[in-house]
């Protein structure tokens, strides 16, 4: 009886030990995942996928739950492409294009997540252009190898109609070729679309309204796989400013956004949605081939990375 009982006492000392053994596993597993607070150096454009972004921050999304975002606003795509070659910054917004061709020249990053975006094409007021299809052998500037040009193919080849790419690198200059006429046509997206709508260019098409969107948010690897917690802490942050955005109109926040060089047009843009923002959610499998297809055809990229090669969208999950 003796025995037995030394071993039921054995037994429950040993039950125990293991259970204080799981408990401080399952302890220091919660403290390596906890958000390290750390800044994660965020790179944008002045354009709508950007909105939810700087509203995390300015709200104190990103605060909340425990990360540190800072914002660093690039003119042009060139010029945030030259920062992350550069590691000047961990995540970015980009296109599916870019981050293709990021890989094929040795810049480790993964496509975390969509964006929300609407890439409209606009006809100078002086061309007399009225649909998509008057645009055949027409001239139009846009921003050559980026998504601009992607959705420009696409349009021209619904239509089956050639055009010619004039590449004007200032968007200033851009936009007065488009008003006078030195160029038929061009593609913007929001809020530069509204903007020169507003002045008289005439809006034939919508990337939106067409179903068309490669759009992403990427982050380096190095971040990825050091600090996931601190990604994951981002889109809880960038979906909570998704909601601010669905029970707010824009006019509210209108002024956050002027920090961020964004025109009043935005606000008037944003106003106009009938449809409520969706949360972060992942590039669509099939829109994603059919833009390395058309990387690879354009011989940006030899290698035709899988999907699985360049995304992972477990980050986003709520």
């Not at 843009?269 to 059919?290: C, G, H, I, N, T």
Request: proline fraction near 3%; include cysteine; aromatic fraction near 10%.
């Amino acid at each position: 009886m003796k025995k037995i009982t030394i071993g039921m006492v054995f037994a429950t000392m040993t039950m125990s030990l293991a259970a204080c053994g799981n408990q401080t596993s399952q302890v220091e597993n919660e403290e390596e995942q906890a958000v390290s607070g750390e800044t994660i150096k965020f790179g944008i454009l002045p354009s709508e996928s950007a909105i939810p972004i700087i509203l995390a921050k300015e709200k104190g999304y990103f605060e909340e739950e425990g990360t540190v975002v800072e914002i660093e606003s690039f003119a042009s795509p060139n010029d945030r492409n030259v920062a992350i070659q550069a590691h000047a910054v961990e995540g970015t917004i980009s296109d599916v294009m870019t981050e293709a061709t990021f890989k094929k020249n040795g810049t480790d990053m993964t496509i975390t997540s969509g964006i929300l975006e609407d890439f409209k094409i606009l006809a100078s007021p002086q061309s007399g252009v009225k649909e998509i299809k008057e645009l055949d052998g027409k001239t139009v500037t846009l921003v050559p190898n980026f998504i601009l040009e992607y959705i420009m193919d696409e349009f021209a080849n619904e239509e089956d109609i050639t055009y010619e790419i004039v590449d004007i690198p200032s968007f200033a200059t851009r936009s007065e070729a488009l008003l006078t006429g030195e160029v038929d046509a061009a593609v913007y997206t929001e809020p530069q679309a509204s903007m020169l709508a507003a002045q008289g260019a005439v809006v034939l098409g919508s990337s939106k309204a067409a179903g068309l969107n490669g759009g992403a948010i990427q982050f380096m690897d190095s971040l990825l796989s050091e600090r996931p917690q601190d990604v994951s802490a981002f889109y809880k942050g960038y979906n909570k400013a998704i909601d601010y955005m669905n029970e707010h109109q824009a006019s509210e926040y209108a002024a956050i956004l002027s920090e961020y060089a964004f025109p009043e047009a935005m606000s008037d843009y944003l106003d106009r949605q009938e449809a409520s923002y969706p949360y972060a959610q992942s590039v669509d499998k099939e829109q994603f081939e059919a833009i390395i297809d058309w990387t690879v055809n354009k011989n940006q990229i030899e290698e035709s990375y899988t999907y699985e090669a360049l995304t992972d969208f477990s980050y986003i999950k709520r």
